[in-house]
Nanobody, 121 residues
Framework: VQLQASGGGFVQPGGSLRLSCEVS????????MAWFRQPPGKEREFVAA????????YYANSVKGRFTISRDNAKNMVYLQMNMLKPEDTAVYYC???????????????WGQGTQVTVSS
């Protein structure tokens, strides 16, 4: 399974970005999907997750109400819509796939290469 994350960039506080994660090599519907991020000098942290069916979503408290995770199994795509961005959202964002869904990186089997998001005025 290969994951390709894209959509990062530079945005001012209060702005929006949409990250995309393209999955290839296996049917996306087999996997739960998640987004993690790693701020500069810090450990990787959970952002959001979505079950393989799309019926359940989970968010870190720090992004709840601002970020939305979604998936299109027919297109093998997962998205992270990020609104009302703050400087503390600055990080490298990674998409991940796994048969288990949780807020811990170690339960995910496959990872994308990461995409940089920088929020600054």
């Amino acid at each position: 399974v290969q994951l390709q994350a894209s959509g990062g960039g530079f945005v001012q506080p209060g702005g929006s970005l949409r990250l995309s994660c393209e999955v290839s090599g296996r049917t996306l519907s087999s996997y739960n999907m998640a987004w993690f991020r790693q701020p500069p000098g810090k450990e990787r942290e959970f952002v959001a997750a979505i079950r393989w069916s799309g019926n359940s979503t989970y968010y870190a408290n720090s992004v709840k109400g601002r970020f939305t995770i979604s998936r299109d199994n027919a297109k093998n795509m997962v998205y992270l819509q990020m609104n009302m961005l703050k400087p503390e959202d600055t990080a490298v964002y990674y998409c991940a796939a796994g048969l288990v869904i949780a807020g811990k990186p170690k339960v995910y089997d496959y990872w994308g290469q990461g995409t940089q998001v920088t929020v600054s005025s």
